[in-house]
């Protein structure tokens, strides 16, 4: 009969603590930077600009259509080849943003084209600016039409960060990884693992909840 030892994941609850502290730090800045390489994205796509939309849709279907995994291991082990290299972190950040950015650039277009030309042709007749316009007519309603789908996209991010493990990045997979290599409690290390991550995809689930009621006047029940 296996009989179970949480000892070792109490003597180090701190170096898990760490771990999800750094992977909520990861996540946060994935997200936010993401977000701007999609609303440019997204801009570029609905642009008459064909050389950006060519460039545009190149990026978002390479990215779509390559595995997370390579995308990493490409940005770490491959770019140091052309002089550029990156500390784990570093190139995990990145490879998070230029992913969660092709992803998140499809949704937010599919929200911009969402809005009605007569709202668009409304604001004109107001004589707002076209950054008025973008901003307040087109921006805002879309990015509350596609809000549920865009911070789906943002947990699922997080739940992709444990990725970045792979080349050493000190997320809260990292640390769960390195005391089952010390420690060899398999079973009990990635049963709270899998709780902590858990918890943590609640948690931006009700935040995002939150700032859906804040800044779009949402119920959270919608």
Same mark, same amino acid.
């Given at each position: =009969? ?12 701190? =170096? &898990? ?7 909520? *730090? ?13 609303? !440019?994205?997204?801009?570029? %796509?609905?642009?008459? /600009? %064909?050389? !950006? ?7 978002? +279907? ?6 997370? &995994? ?24 990145? @490879? ?11 949704? /937010? ?12 042709? @409304? ?8 950054? *008025? ?6 921006? %805002? ?8 789908? !865009?911070?789906? *996209?943002?947990? #699922?991010? =997080? ?14 997979? @990292? @640390? ?11 079973? +009990? ?7 902590? #991550?858990?918890?943590?995809? &609640?948690?931006?689930?009700? &935040? ?9 006047? #949402?119920?959270?029940?919608?």
């Amino acid at each position: =009969m296996y009989r179970f030892n949480f000892q070792p994941v109490f003597d180090n609850l701190d =170096m &898990l603590a760490h771990g999800a502290w750094l992977t909520v *730090q990861l996540s946060f800045s994935a997200m936010a930077i993401g977000l701007v390489v999609s609303v !440019l994205g997204a801009v570029a %796509k609905t642009s008459g /600009i %064909k050389p !950006l939309r060519w460039i545009v849709d190149a990026y978002v +279907e390479v990215i779509r259509n390559t595995p997370f &995994l390579i995308q990493i291991f490409f940005i770490f082990f491959g770019l140091p080849a052309l002089g550029i290299s990156m500390s784990p972190n570093t190139a995990a950040l990145v @490879a998070l943003v230029v992913n969660v950015g092709a992803y998140g650039t499809e949704i /937010i277009r599919a929200g911009i084209e969402s809005i009605p030309q007569g709202q668009i042709e @409304a604001g004109r007749a107001l004589a707002l600016s076209p950054v *008025q316009i973008f901003r307040h007519v087109v921006l %805002k309603p879309a990015l509350r039409n596609i809000y549920p789908s !865009l911070t789906s *996209q943002f947990i #699922y991010l =997080m739940l992709t960060s444990s990725v970045v493990s792979v080349i050493s990045a000190t997320d809260l997979a @990292a @640390a769960g990884a390195d005391l089952n290599a010390r420690t060899f409690a398999s079973f +009990e290390i990635y049963l709270v693992l899998t709780a902590m #991550y858990f918890l943590l995809a &609640l948690g931006f689930s009700t &935040l995002f909840a939150t700032l859906r009621r804040v800044f779009f006047d #949402y119920p959270a029940g919608r």
